[in-house]
């Protein structure tokens, strides 16, 4: 696995906090070249030192740029400095989300919807369109953080499950258009994991959506980045962290999401008589 990213360029949206930063730290002790990539310049230079940490050689090369990512024309021009700066990316991973509007339907806005679907969707489309020059010329990888939202739909969910969902038709697609190039494509779809963006997301998330989500377990982002690793370097196209959700998405498959569908109404049925208690 060393030998495998040792030297390798990789590119991190999202690199600063949850899935991002603990893929930047892994990736970094196995001897890879890594750019983090995120809004706030304070997290960055906190993850950077985090990062640091980790790394195997003092020869590794660490850069933090500051962007955001579903600003398009932004986007462009810092990753043509990025690539002068840093070099072409052997790896872009695609990991900054949000979810902002994690409520019931009734009660999200259109500037809401508009906003998590500009961030979730245009911030992966950004990156790779602006990337897709250096990624064909280094014959390069991929990877699209997505979320089990996008596998079997959520209460809750609309606005992140629409965002999330978006991006197995857009990755498919790519993959088409790109693997003749010798480009390959990943999207991972990870249940529930320990991250900051889940304490933001309780604020509004109706106690339907919490038991819901408590049927298929929370990871650790060290665990999720492990795995989602493992699926790198086999060329997986698609990566589902966690043997429970797997095992759930399996049977959402087996079953053309009939039991899936009937098992997240029983408990939504039950956490609503009790009223969330």
Same mark, same amino acid.
């Given at each position: 696995?060393?030998?495998?990213?040792?030297?390798?360029?990789?590119?991190?949206?999202?690199?600063?906090?949850?899935?991002? =930063?603990?893929?930047? %730290?892994?990736?970094?002790?196995?001897?890879?070249?890594?750019?983090?990539?995120?809004?706030?310049?304070?997290?960055?230079?906190?993850?950077?030192?985090?990062?640091?940490?980790? %790394?195997?050689?003092?020869?590794?090369?660490?850069?933090?740029?500051?962007?955001?990512?579903?600003?398009?024309?932004?986007?462009?021009?810092?990753?043509?400095?990025?690539? %002068?700066?840093?070099?072409?990316?052997?790896?872009?991973?695609?990991?900054?989300?949000?979810?902002?509007?994690?409520?019931?339907?009734?009660?999200?806005?259109?500037?809401?919807?508009?906003?998590?679907?500009?961030?979730?969707?245009?911030?992966?489309?950004?990156?790779?369109?602006? =990337?897709?020059? $250096?990624?064909?010329?280094?014959?390069?990888?991929?990877?699209?953080?997505?979320?089990?939202?996008?596998?079997?739909?959520?209460?809750?969910?609309?606005?992140?499950?629409?965002?999330?969902?978006?991006?197995?038709?857009?990755?498919?697609?790519?993959?088409?258009?790109?693997? $003749?190039?010798?480009?390959?494509?990943?999207?991972?779809? $990870?249940?529930?994991?320990?991250?900051?963006?889940?304490?933001?997301?309780?604020?509004? =998330?109706?106690?339907?959506?919490?038991?819901?989500?408590?049927?298929?377990?929370?990871?650790?982002?060290?665990?999720?980045?492990?795995?989602?690793?493992?699926?790198?370097?086999?060329?997986?196209?698609?990566?589902? $962290?966690?043997? =429970?959700?797997?095992?759930?998405?399996?049977?959402?498959?087996?079953?053309?999401?009939?039991?899936?569908?009937?098992?997240?109404?029983?408990?939504?049925?039950?956490?609503?008589?009790?009223?969330?208690?």
């Amino acid at each position: 696995m060393r030998q495998t990213f040792s030297g390798k360029r990789i590119y991190i949206t999202g690199g600063s906090s949850g899935i991002g =930063l603990a893929l930047a %730290k892994r990736l970094a002790s196995l001897g890879a070249h890594i750019l983090i990539i995120a809004r706030s310049l304070q997290k960055l230079e906190q993850a950077r030192t985090v990062i640091d940490r980790e %790394k195997r050689s003092c020869d590794q090369q660490l850069f933090t740029l500051d962007m955001d990512v579903k600003d398009s024309f932004q986007v462009a021009n810092k990753m043509a400095v990025a690539v %002068k700066d840093f070099g072409a990316p052997d790896i872009l991973i695609l990991s900054a989300g949000i979810n902002t509007a994690a409520d019931l339907f009734d009660n999200t806005s259109p500037q809401a919807f508009e906003h998590e679907i500009a961030v979730n969707v245009g911030g992966v489309r950004n990156p790779i369109h602006a =990337l897709i020059g $250096p990624l064909r010329r280094s014959k390069g990888h991929i990877v699209i953080i997505s979320s089990a939202a996008a596998l079997f739909g959520m209460f809750g969910y609309t606005t992140y499950a629409a965002s999330k969902s978006a991006l197995t038709g857009f990755a498919e697609s790519l993959r088409y258009e790109l693997t $003749p190039a010798g480009v390959s494509a990943s999207i991972v779809y $990870p249940p529930e994991v320990d991250t900051p963006m889940n304490v933001k997301e309780a604020k509004t =998330l109706p106690f339907q959506a919490r038991a819901v989500k408590n049927m298929s377990g929370c990871l650790s982002p060290e665990f999720a980045a492990r795995q989602i690793i493992t699926g790198m370097l086999k060329k997986k196209f698609m990566i589902i $962290p966690g043997r =429970l959700t797997r095992f759930l998405y399996l049977l959402h498959r087996l079953t053309n999401g009939w039991l899936t569908r009937l098992v997240s109404d029983a408990v939504i049925k039950r956490a609503t008589k009790k009223g969330g208690v």
